[in-house]
C-alpha cells in the first residue's frame, strides 16, 4: 500500500485536499485472481459537472456495489452524473461490469474490448460450471490431503497431469466466489468511443484533461494506461 493509504476494500483519495481534478481508487484486498480494481475521476470540489470512471469490476454486483458506494459515480443521478467509462484493457475483471452502467453513458477504450465481449458470448455457462466444477474438484483434493500423497505416484506423467489438475481446479476455485451467472454480455454496451492513437485526450465536462497512451500487449492482448497529468495520478488498470 502507499504511505497513508490503508490496505482497505473501498474507495480512497489519492491527492486529498486538491483543489483540482479528484482522483480515487477502488481496492479490493486480497487483490488476485480477479479482485481487481478500479478509478474515478470527479471535477473540483463545488462542480456538479463530470465524473469518469476508469474500468468495472469482474461482475455486475460487485460493480454495483463500488458505484453505490461512492455517490459521484452514480449513473444516472447521484450529485455529480457520470459522463464517461474509460477502459485500460480486455481482461474479464475490468470488463464484466460494464451491464450496470447506463447505456447512455459513453464508452472510451481500444477496440480489443469489444472483440473481447464478442467472444464471451454464449461463454457464461462454460464460465459458471468451471468455476463449480474446479471448486468441487479442489474441496477434494484439499480433504484427502494430496501434497502428502501425490509425490509417491509411481508414474511420472500421471503425476505430472495429476499437478495440472490441481492447478485447474486450485485457479477455477479462486473463480468460484464470484457471480458469473448475473454476466449477460447482450446486456453490454462496450466501447462506442475507439481510441486506435497511441496517445490521446479525453475531455470531460468539468473533469481536466485525461491522457489515455496505449502500450500494446503488456499484462493482456491490449493495454493503455490512464494520466491525469493535473494531479499526476495514472492508472494502470
Not at 82 to 90: A, C, N, R
Not at 136 to 147: D, K, N, P, V
Request: one cysteine or more; charged letters at 20%.
Amino acid at each position: 500500500s502507499l504511505p497513508g493509504l490503508p490496505y482497505e476494500c473501498g474507495w480512497h483519495a489519492l491527492r486529498p485536499g486538491t483543489s483540482g481534478s479528484r482522483a480515487y481508487a477502488f481496492i479490493q484486498p486480497r487483490g488476485t485472481f480477479c479482485w481487481s480494481n478500479t478509478g474515478l475521476i470527479l471535477p473540483p470540489e463545488n462542480s456538479k459537472l463530470g465524473s469518469v470512471l476508469i474500468d468495472t469490476l469482474t461482475e455486475p454486483t460487485l460493480t454495483r456495489n463500488m458505484i453505490l458506494d461512492r455517490p459521484e459515480a452514480r449513473c444516472p443521478g447521484g450529485e455529480h452524473l457520470l459522463q464517461g467509462v474509460i477502459y485500460t484493457h480486455p481482461d474479464v475483471d475490468h470488463i464484466l461490469g460494464d451491464q450496470v452502467v447506463a447505456h447512455s453513458v459513453p464508452r472510451y477504450g481500444r477496440a480489443a474490448i469489444n472483440d473481447e465481449l464478442k467472444t464471451l458470448k454464449g461463454t457464461k455457462p462454460k464460465l459458471v460450471i468451471a468455476s463449480l466444477l474446479g471448486h468441487a474438484l479442489w474441496s477434494i483434493l484439499e480433504t484427502s490431503g494430496w501434497r502428502g500423497w501425490v509425490s509417491m505416484v509411481p508414474n511420472e506423467r500421471a503425476r505430472d497431469v495429476l499437478l495440472i489438475v490441481a492447478g485447474w481446479g486450485w485457479m477455477q476455485s479462486q473463480l468460484s466466489g464470484f457471480r458469473f451467472e448475473e454476466v449477460e454480455v447482450s446486456l453490454m454496451k462496450g466501447v462506442d468511443n475507439v481510441i486506435d492513437k497511441d496517445e490521446e485526450t479525453v475531455k470531460v465536462n468539468g473533469v481536466s484533461d485525461i491522457v489515455v497512451r496505449y502500450y500494446g500487449a503488456i499484462h493482456s492482448k491490449s493495454d493503455s494506461m490512464v494520466y491525469l497529468p493535473s494531479e499526476k495520478v495514472v492508472y494502470t488498470g
